[in-house]
């Protein structure tokens, strides 16, 4: 399990710029406080990064 990331929306979108919300529907997030389970590659740590004012990651 250590190769994996639970990922967390912990704020809106709203008011967001259209590239972070298309960040978080390509992590696979749709509304807040939900959670997805991610591989740690670097892409997904990468997408992370553009947004991990709105993330709780776990």
Same mark, same amino acid.
């Given at each position: 399990?250590?190769?994996? /990331?639970?990922? %967390?929306? *912990?704020? #809106?979108?709203?008011?967001?710029?259209?590239?972070?919300? @298309?960040?978080v529907?390509?992590?696979?997030?749709?509304? /807040?406080?939900? %959670?997805? *389970?991610? #591989?740690?590659?670097?892409?997904?740590?990468?997408?992370? @990064?553009?947004?991990?004012?709105?993330?709780?990651?776990?």
């Open positions: 399990m250590s190769n994996t /990331l639970k990922i %967390t929306l *912990v704020k #809106s979108l709203i008011g967001t710029p259209k590239q972070q919300r @298309n960040v529907a390509g992590l696979g997030l749709k509304k /807040l406080n939900t %959670t997805v *389970v991610r #591989s740690d590659t670097p892409e997904i740590r990468g997408m992370i @990064n553009k947004i991990s004012h709105m993330l709780h990651i776990a």
